[in-house]
């Protein structure tokens, strides 16, 4: 590692593009998941996606990887859905498939894409496409407004248990699900700085740590990359200006 450098963890694979724009604003990324995806695949998985395939539902994705799942088994079918999305990332991945007229709805967290759903005032029932450690929060809201939700697990989170044996100036979170694993092996010093992809997953840090967090604006790697960048650009200028 580059000692004249920030060292910063990241918990999920980044482009290389991503990695030499930190480092070329003085951050030196490692990076060691602690969570992996899975596709769950089965004839009756199959049987139930071919199945809402050939209605016109709403459906409601709140990862990327629901979206991936899903779209590799529609066999090139492209249903007419009305689709609820989460996070920038999931967003590009079905108006890919689907096209851009698909999307009926779009927000940067749980709640708030669960408002967007309750207040078209015409969706009744909702297909969510989702995995196995889902949060509570859309279905509930969803359910406790009398829209009837039909989930459909598609993928499944495996938690790897790594452990960290050095100091990391900051840490990159882009799922709850990789929040909780880290943490139950892993300890941080009161120093270390943490990045969230959003509100969501900010909340879950919050349940481990006291420490700063700092919150994506949009959720998508790139624009947690550049807010990193910006902070630690400011705590230097910060320093600087204290030094004078």
Not at 21 to 45: C, M, Y
Not at 82 to 94: A, D, E, P, S
Not at 147 to 164: A, F, G, H, Q
């Amino acid at each position: 590692m580059q000692h004249n450098k920030i060292p910063i963890l990241c918990t999920r694979p980044l482009s290389p593009q991503l990695i030499a724009l930190a480092e070329e604003n003085g951050l030196q990324i490692d990076i060691v998941p602690f969570i992996r995806t899975e596709s769950l695949e089965s004839k009756e998985l199959s049987s139930r996606i071919q199945y809402f395939s050939s209605r016109s539902i709403t459906a409601v994705f709140t990862s990327m990887n629901a979206a991936e799942s899903v779209t590799s088994q529609l066999n090139g079918v492209r249903p007419v859905w009305r689709i609820f999305c989460l996070g920038n990332t999931t967003r590009k991945t079905l108006v890919k498939y689907f096209g851009e007229n698909s999307i009926a709805g779009f927000a940067e967290n749980a709640s708030a894409l669960a408002n967007i759903i309750i207040k078209t005032g015409v969706v009744r029932e909702a297909v969510f496409f989702c995995g196995d450690h889902r949060r509570d929060e859309l279905p509930k809201i969803l359910v406790e407004h009398r829209v009837t939700v039909d989930e459909v697990i598609v993928y499944r989170t495996i938690v790897l248990m790594n452990k960290i044996n050095q100091h990391f100036q900051g840490i990159l979170f882009f799922s709850p699900s990789a929040v909780s694993a880290f943490f139950s092996s892993n300890q941080i010093s009161a120093q270390t700085d943490l990045f969230a992809i959003g509100q969501t997953t900010a909340e879950e840090i919050k349940k481990f740590t006291n420490n700063t967090i700092v919150v994506g604006d949009k959720a998508g790697k790139e624009d947690l990359i550049n807010k990193m960048i910006r902070y630690y650009q400011s705590l230097k200028k910060e320093k600087i200006s204290n030094r004078n």
